[in-house]
């Protein structure tokens, strides 16, 4: 059986390429398909470890330093690529690589991180922070993410097999394409960390530095809280205005390799987290290493953090509401750091690959039992 898989872009490494680099350690040197890859940037052990091919978009210039300036583009890029050779088919997306062109005869099994962010539920952040939102451009660009958001749905039709990341991201599958998904969480590389209740005076947020995931809600808040530490790592475009707004006892340390990220989480007091993110690989591994989770309350983190036992929430985006949560955190009794770790275990690496290859070995079985059975009566009621 011919397999490829597919996936938005390799320019950056996170949650989205640990699921890929998994795949590839399951089903090595199998060919990725992806829009564009930097072979200089962070993804270079994916990109090295297998055949890419890239899209027309991996030609124009700044694409492998800004893709979201080709989002345009994007659904007739991944359309051009010829897969009618493969067998089986496993996109893994959060954007576009679900789209792909298939024909009958084949499988394809989609794991989605979520349906395409800028479509659907963030379409006016992604517009706001664009400057996007009003006048004639702004008509533009909802027109085309309206377009988009079709696009999107018509072309789930095209998926044999949902996977979703989370409980949160099949309710979002089931609403936006109604389509029923089997959840299978991602895998998290649990064995990097040791737990340790050892723990220094700081607070830690691992991000990157995007609107959506609301850094600088976490640094206003610190601010405001001159007693307590913060460290932040991480870059990304929110990098000048999150430095502006940081006081004294808040420290910006932007991108850190792994192992000065893994010093820090193992150290902190607490990790703190304030996206509505779709499952959430970061608060996991700070749980791994027994360190205690602060979160906003609200998608896959609920079903990774355990209240009052390996972490707290706080219910509203606001300063006040973080700030009422670290107190409550402050006065509680310390977590226990085995029960944290042993929380975390349930999401490791091993765990993932046994349900992806047991979920995809079952689907080819059945749709493969399907196609030859009608080709068999076919060819009966022809005989």
Request: charged share 25%; proline share 4%.
């Amino acid at each position: 059986m011919k397999i490829c898989f597919v996936h938005d872009w390799l320019t950056n490494y996170g949650g989205a390429e640990l699921v890929l680099k998994t795949f590839l350690e399951i089903w090595p040197g199998t060919p990725v398909y992806t829009l564009i890859y930097d072979e200089r940037g962070t993804c270079q052990d994916i990109i090295r470890s297998t055949s890419i091919t890239g899209s027309f978009i991996n030609k124009f210039p700044f694409a492998k330093h800004n893709h979201r300036l080709f989002l345009p583009l994007m659904p007739l890029a991944i359309k051009q690529f010829d897969l009618s050779n493969y067998d089986l088919i496993i996109s893994d997306s959060h954007a576009i690589a679900k789209g792909v062109t298939t024909r009958r005869g084949q499988c394809h099994i989609s794991y989605i991180h979520t349906p395409i962010r800028y479509a659907w539920e963030m379409q006016e952040q992604y517009l706001a922070y664009a400057r996007l939102d009003r006048g004639f451009r702004g008509l533009l660009a909802r027109s085309l993410l309206n377009h988009i958001r079709r696009w999107d749905l018509r072309t789930a039709r095209n998926v044999n097999y949902f996977i979703a990341n989370s409980k949160f991201v099949a309710r979002r599958i089931r609403n936006y394409y109604e389509r029923e998904a089997t959840v299978i969480y991602p895998p998290v590389e649990v064995e990097r960390f040791k737990p340790t209740a050892k723990k220094d005076d700081f607070y830690l947020t691992i991000s990157r530095l995007v609107p959506y995931k609301n850094v600088d809600l976490i640094v206003s808040a610190f601010a405001k809280m001159p007693g307590k530490k913060l460290v932040v790592i991480g870059d990304g475009p929110e990098m000048k205005r999150i430095r502006q707004s940081a006081s004294e006892n808040i420290s910006i340390m932007g991108f850190q390799p792994n192992q000065v990220v893994e010093d820090y989480l193992h150290r902190a007091r607490a990790l703190i987290f304030a996206a509505e993110e779709d499952f959430g690989i970061t608060p996991v591994e700070s749980q791994a290493c027994g360190t205690p989770v602060i979160a906003y309350g609200k998608g896959g983190v609920l079903e990774s953090v355990n209240e009052g036992e390996t972490g707290f929430f706080y219910n509203e985006q606001s300063i006040d509401s973080l700030t009422n949560a670290i107190q409550a955190f402050e006065k509680h009794p310390p977590l226990d750091v085995q029960k944290m770790r042993r929380n975390a275990e349930r999401f490791n690496k091993d765990r993932f690959k046994h349900e992806i290859e047991t979920f995809v070995s079952d689907k080819v079985y059945e749709i493969f039992s399907s196609v030859s059975l009608e080709g068999k009566t076919e060819h009966d009621e022809t005989k």
